[in-house]
């Protein structure tokens, strides 16, 4: 008897053993995913519900932050990933390419891009016709203006009305962006700068790289050294440390979404903008498979929502969640009457890159 017993518990410890040894995605009709996502999607894919409905939906999904500008290197010279997930169309259909992919990538849902300021600077700003509030209570900001400051080599906190109030004020006004080389939304800055530099045409040769390259550089030296991914000025603005930092409006959204402090955040839409497509782009048959969840369930839109996005299938859940909370949102830039501005090709907005790191077009 006792080695009867004896023998069961082995088998039961072995059995164990094996067991443990077996990933849980194993028999369990779940696919684990790895791809790339810019850093903006970090949390959304970190979050518990959004974890628990890809899993009801089959997916594991390992999601590696990176910067979005970047991430065709990345994905060119990473091998086995199933899908990568940039916050624009420019490098995604950039890795499309590099994949010899088919089948054109899929906006999943979509994210204008703002400037998320302090109360009492925006205010300021209002003073000197910078920034403008309409009765809804939404908050605008003058690109126009600003692009023709930056013309006259840029403006100085103590020049402008009522900034004398606030003695943190000083210095050089510029918005805070991310580092265009690796981060799509400081890439797109300075798309928008470029067009409306470029008498609102989207730069496409030299001519217009010289007409707009003294304006590119200004904004970016002003700054100084520059966050690599999205995420990081956004953090600091939370700490106290930027006056105005280029932002998606999806970072903003969520916070008052999920019930979290906002302070004394405002934000400005630019009078031009652009609406940041996030496109996936599916290498394997589990890459497709998180695309089509991340349209076709209900449940992942509403949380997709609920992170600040505008579902690419259901916009309209993005406005029925922030309606009504504050700082104030738009349901649709274009229905509030702001400009879009078209995005370079990718071998233009390198070369933009260029000149605003070094002030040349070579």
């Known amino acids: 008897m006792k080695r009867a017993l004896g023998v069961v518990a082995a088998l039961a410890l072995l059995g164990g053993v094996a067991y443990a040894l077996i990933p849980p995605e194993k028999g369990s009709g779940l696919v684990t995913v790895t791809g790339l996502i810019g850093s903006e999607k970090r949390d959304f894919f970190e979050n518990p519900d959004v974890k628990a409905e890809l899993k009801k939906q089959g997916l594991v999904v390992k999601a590696e932050p990176t910067g979005s500008w970047t991430m065709d290197d990345q994905a060119r010279n990473t091998p086995n990933l199933d899908f990568a997930f940039p916050a624009s169309s420019a490098p995604a259909l950039a890795i499309q390419r590099d994949w010899a992919q088919k089948d054109s990538p899929r906006v999943q849902f979509y994210s204008p891009l703002v400037i998320v300021t302090h109360q009492p600077v925006a205010e300021v700003l209002k003073s000197n016709d910078l920034a403008g509030v309409n009765d809804s209570g939404v908050w605008t900001f003058n690109m126009d203006k600003y692009v023709e400051a ?12 009522d900034a004398s109030r606030h003695p943190e004020l000083t210095g050089t006004m510029y918005v805070s962006t991310t580092d265009p080389e690796s981060s799509s939304s400081g890439a797109l800055y300075l ?45 600091e603005f939370g700490a106290g440390v930027n006056t105005m930092v280029f932002a998606y409006e999806s970072q903003a959204a969520a916070l008052p979404i999920q019930g979290k402090q906002i302070g004394d955040m405002v934000v400005m839409y630019p009078t031009t903008t652009i609406k940041t497509d996030h496109t996936l782009v599916a290498r394997t048959p ?23 996005l505008h579902p690419d299938a259901e916009p309209d859940l993005f406005w029925n969640e922030v309606n009504g909370k504050l ?15 078209p995005v370079p090709s990718l071998e233009y907005m390198k070369k933009l890159t260029t000149a605003a790191k070094t002030g040349s077009v070579k």
């Open 286 to 308: 589990g890459g497709q498979k998180l695309a089509d969840a991340l349209v076709n369930s209900p449940e992942l839109r509403r949380l997709e929502a609920r992170f600040g």
């Open 150 to 161: 930056l013309k006259q080599g840029g403006r100085q906190w103590e020049t402008l009305t």
């Open 327 to 341: 700082p104030k949102f738009v349901p649709d830039v274009r229905a509030a009457g702001l400009a879009l501005a």
């Open 191 to 235: 798309a928008i700068l470029s067009y409306l530099a470029n008498g609102k045409k989207v730069v496409s040769d030299d001519a217009g790289l010289n007409a707009v390259k003294g304006v590119v550089y200004d904004a970016n030296r002003f700054q100084g050294l520059q966050k690599v991914s999205s995420d990081g000025p956004f953090r």
